[in-house]
């Protein structure tokens, strides 16, 4: 029971994104993702997420092939939070919220809705702006707004609870300030612990050593190391990754990465 | 249900529903039948509110004296005079149903140059009365609107009398075209010099109808309708005569402007200042006053034959 | 952008607003069309259109008017007016850009070539078709203009599968531009006649209405109208972005293609009709927005009945300001339309600046 991909190579054009990549996500697992720039994350998270059909391998949704699902199916079974700009027009926080419950059309009540919408508000920390709309907002309450709705679109109604739900991340911290990075991943990392499989792409090595599980090193396409984060969380492995010095420091229980050349 | 309070709402009805308003005279009093452009016989019974579409129309109207029933005319009914303080309801080729139909008409006589369609079916379907009178660019349509007019308004004996005069005007004048030896190459234009090509007249024209009438040929006869035309067709056409309204030669600022502009400076009717001109109404609107019309355009191209006024 | 959160007054919670405009267009869309059908060049007092209303007797003349003039072009403004609302609404959703308008598919551009080609050249045309079918040459002519443009906007966006909305609206200008090309040239042959008609149509007029014309074209506006409606969840999905409807559960091509689609046959549909009214399409949805919000469940059928509305209104004013003659209602929608864009442009403007 996985969200997986297997021998997954995907090309544009003459570009080779990725090559023979071959991961799952558990449940109860958060998955990070690691990798410069260009090293095929995001494209690697949209194969999980289903968005197309690879040029080679395939993406698999507990054993059974993802593009036979259809995005309705799909929707009901993962959320996605990607980075992305302002809606194009003026949504509140909370009707973008209530935006995630759509795929659960005809199989919620409006009662069921408001439940998910208010439990997603409320897990984000974005209640307090909930009825503001999202032009006056900063780039990290935007954020946040976005995790809610991915949050509600999981809200799976009581009659639909059964079947294992996934949560997708693109770099869900990007514009958030420390305090709710760290609220963020904490209550991701809750999620997982209540049985959700989740997959994140981080920039930031600390936090991908501190909230995950295991940790997939991407580099220019292909698995350059897949592990715990203690295994492979080091500078021999990093380095010729990053192209930059690593030292690592212990603070208390946690290692923690230092850039120093 | 009685009949006679359930006929008249039924008609209406039925006009609602679009079908053609059957015309009886159940009850009402007799009314005058008139040949249409279409070969459709209307039945007028009841002139007493006439809206004339057309400048010629209504200048029929005022000739055979019926104008103290006309209630309204369109914008391009301009003679004579009084006809400009009558109520206008706009242009002729734009009318608007409901306009026409608040003057509460009970006929509306029109050219088939009036439009759009649907208006005045819809003024029809309304149970107005709507003649539709052909606008051929010929003597015998003048007297085909003057008769057709006269018939329309009970005014036969005045119709009788004016066409009885414009045969004989154009008896006078078709006589003495035809005894020109020569048939001089004109061309005429209905816009010019206002930015934009100059609209010349071309086959079906008003224009091109006059220049016939007066014994000349139209040199720009290979297109129909007004149609822009080049400066360097216009040399090679080499007319002998120009046509224009006065209005035209106005609005550039005299005959020798127009002259002078390129596409006719080269042209003979430009070397020996040959331009023949009239009120823009007067020479294309093909109503009563056409003969004085064609007169004034022959004698600019049959200068040696004389074409007096009549007495 | 700042990394200042702005603070904002209590705001009326969404969903009551979204309630209250509803009613209030309604409201307006009633009111609207009551005048539409009671005011004009003829006067007819309520006590008569009760009477007509009522089928008891009443002067033949009035009830003519009423019934076979006035009630069939109220009925058309609405119809044209609620059709170019709604399709304006579900294009500025599909391209994600609030001064989207249905003519960037082409669809007027392709009927208003059409026409004009009809109207100049339909001349030699004519003698093929029997009298009772020439009314309907024009609107037959433009409709099918319209879904010529479309479709050609449409393959050009499309490759493998895929609609490109980017490419469409470049396909889209060109189309335009091509077809402006066309209209120009035959304007410049055209005769003094066809001018007049020529300028009549692309100037947009209801004045055409009568029950034997409106009543084929309404279903090729209302239907596909109807089915827009039913594309709320879609169009607010993609709003986020076409990669999050679809992890919404949208099916974002097949949603794209219906919505062209749609919007080509309610737009050519209308213009068959009406000719080319402006602004409609463009300026609708905004006040819509303005007033209760981008959710879509508002703005669809808010924009098809301010759409109405408001085109019974400027209907109303072509028909009184120049009585008993009538301005193109293109015209008067323009003039409406444009101070009222330039003012929600204005706010916009001022709204971001901070």
């Not at chain 2, 007799?30 to 040949?35: C, E, F, I, K, P």
Request: charged content about 20%.
């Amino acid at each position: 029971m996985t969200l997986a991909v297997h021998e997954l190579t995907q090309r544009i054009g003459r570009a080779t994104i990725l090559q023979d990549i071959s991961i799952e996500v558990r449940p109860g697992e958060m998955l990070g993702l690691l990798g410069p720039n260009g090293a095929g994350k995001s494209t690697l998270l949209g194969a999980l997420a289903g968005d197309f059909k690879p040029t080679a391998g395939r993406a698999s949704l507990d054993g059974q092939d993802l593009a036979r699902l259809d995005a309705l199916a799909r929707a009901r079974r993962r959320a996605v939070m990607r980075q992305h700009g302002a809606p194009a027009f003026d949504f509140t926080v909370r009707e973008i919220v209530e935006l995630g419950r759509s795929p659960w059309v005809g199989r919620s009540t409006t009662a069921d809705d408001r439940r998910a919408v208010s439990r997603a508000l409320a897990l984000a920390d974005v209640e307090r702006f909930a009825d503001r709309a999202t032009g006056t907002l900063s780039g990290g309450e935007r954020q946040r707004a976005q995790f809610a709705r991915a949050l509600a679109q999981l809200d799976a109604p009581p009659s639909q609870v059964a079947a294992q739900r996934y949560l997708l991340l693109d770099e869900p911290t990007s514009s958030l300030d420390l305090s709710h990075q760290h609220a963020l991943l904490t209550s991701v990392r809750r999620l997982a612990a209540d049985g959700l499989g989740v997959c994140v792409v981080l920039h930031d090595l600390n936090l991908a050593a501190r909230y995950c599980d295991r940790v997939l090193v991407l580099r220019q396409g292909r698995a350059h190391a897949m592990g715990t984060p203690l295994e492979v969380l080091t500078p021999a492995t990093l380095e010729p990754v990053y192209d930059v010095r690593f030292a690592a420091l212990q603070a208390g229980d946690a290692t923690m990465l230092a850039v120093i050349g | 249900m009685s009949g006679s309070i359930l006929l008249p709402r039924r008609r209406a009805l039925i006009a609602a529903a679009g079908v053609p308003l059957l015309l009886t005279t159940r009850g009402a009093a007799a009314g005058v039948r008139v040949r249409d452009a279409r070969g459709q016989e209307i039945e007028i019974k009841d002139a007493s509110r006439i809206v004339a579409v057309g400048g010629s129309v209504t200048e029929v109207i005022y000739a055979l004296g019926g104008e103290k029933n006309l209630v309204a005319t369109d914008s391009t009914s301009l003679f004579p005079a009084a006809a400009r303080e009558t109520p206008k309801i706009g242009y002729m080729r734009t009318l608007s149903a409901e306009g026409v139909l608040s003057l509460r008409p009970s006929v509306v006589i029109t050219t088939t140059a009036a439009g759009p369609e649907a208006a005045l079916r819809q003024i029809a379907d309304a149970g107005v009365a709507v003649l539709v009178l052909s606008d051929d660019y010929s003597f015998d349509a003048v007297i085909a609107k003057i008769e057709g007019i006269g018939r329309a308004l009970r005014l036969d004996k005045a119709a009788a009398d004016l066409t009885a005069k414009v045969r004989a005007d154009t008896a006078d004048v078709t006589a003495r075209v035809a005894q020109s030896k020569t048939r001089p190459r004109a061309l005429s234009f209905l816009t010019f010099g206002q930015g934009g090509a100059p609209q010349a007249a071309g086959r079906m024209t008003a224009a091109d109808g006059i220049i016939r009438l007066a014994g000349g040929v139209n040199v720009f006869d290979a297109w129909s309708g007004y149609k822009p035309m080049t400066p360097e067709a216009t040399v090679a056409a080499a007319p002998e005569v120009i046509m224009v309204g006065t209005q035209t030669i106005e609005a550039i600022g005299g005959v020798d402007k127009i002259l002078a502009d390129p596409a006719l400076a080269l042209t003979p009717a430009a070397t020996h200042k040959r331009v023949a001109s009239a009120d823009a109404l007067l020479l294309l609107g093909f109503g009563p006053r056409t003969p004085q019309a064609v007169r004034i355009v022959a004698r600019v191209f049959h200068p040696d034959i004389e074409f007096p006024d009549p007495r | 952008m700042s990394d200042l959160s702005i603070p904002a007054a209590a705001a009326v919670p969404r969903r009551v607003k979204r309630r209250l405009a509803l009613v209030v267009f309604g409201v307006a869309l009633g009111l609207a069309f009551l005048c539409g059908v009671g005011f004009g060049a003829v006067r007819i007092m309520p006590g008569d259109m009760l009477s007509i209303v009522l089928r008891s007797d009443v002067d033949p003349r009035l009830e003519a008017v009423f019934l076979a003039i006035r009630l069939p072009r109220a009925v058309l403004a609405l119809v044209v007016g609620a059709g170019l609302g709604i399709a304006g609404a579900s294009m500025q959703g599909l391209f994600r850009n609030p001064l989207a308008d249905p003519g960037l598919i082409g669809v007027s551009a392709g009927a208003a070539l059409a026409a004009v080609t009809v109207i100049v050249l339909g001349g030699s045309v004519l003698h093929l078709i029997t009298p009772a079918q020439r009314p309907w040459l024009l609107p037959a002519a433009s409709f099918i203009g319209g879904l010529i443009a479309t479709a050609l906007v449409y393959r050009m966006g499309t490759r493998g599968g895929t609609t490109s909305v980017a490419t469409m609206l470049l396909a889209g200008i060109a189309v335009n531009a091509l077809a402006a090309a066309g209209i120009g040239f035959l304007t410049y042959i055209a005769d003094e006649n066809q001018l007049r008609l020529l300028m009549f149509w692309t100037m947009g007029s209801l004045g055409a209405a009568s029950w034997g014309v409106i009543l084929p074209a309404l279903p090729l506006v209302v239907i596909p109208a109807l089915l827009l409606l039913r594309h709320h969840r879609a169009l607010d999905a993609m709003a986020l972005g076409e990669r999050e409807a679809s992890h919404l559960g949208i099916e974002v091509e097949g949603i794209k293609t219906r919505i062209v689609v749609l919007v080509a046959l309610c737009v050519g549909g209308a213009v068959s009709v009406s000719g080319i009214i402006g602004f409609v399409g463009l300026v609708v949805p905004h006040l819509v927005r303005l007033i209760g919000g981008p959710r879509h469940t508002l703005v669809l059928p808010g924009a098809a009945m301010l759409g109405g509305a408001l085109m019974l209104s400027a209907d109303l004013v072509a028909r009184l300001i120049m009585a008993p003659a009538e301005m193109p209602v293109g015209i008067v929608m323009a003039a409406l339309g444009a101070p009222v864009f330039l003012s929600i442009m204005a706010r916009r403007h001022a709204a971001t600046a901070l």
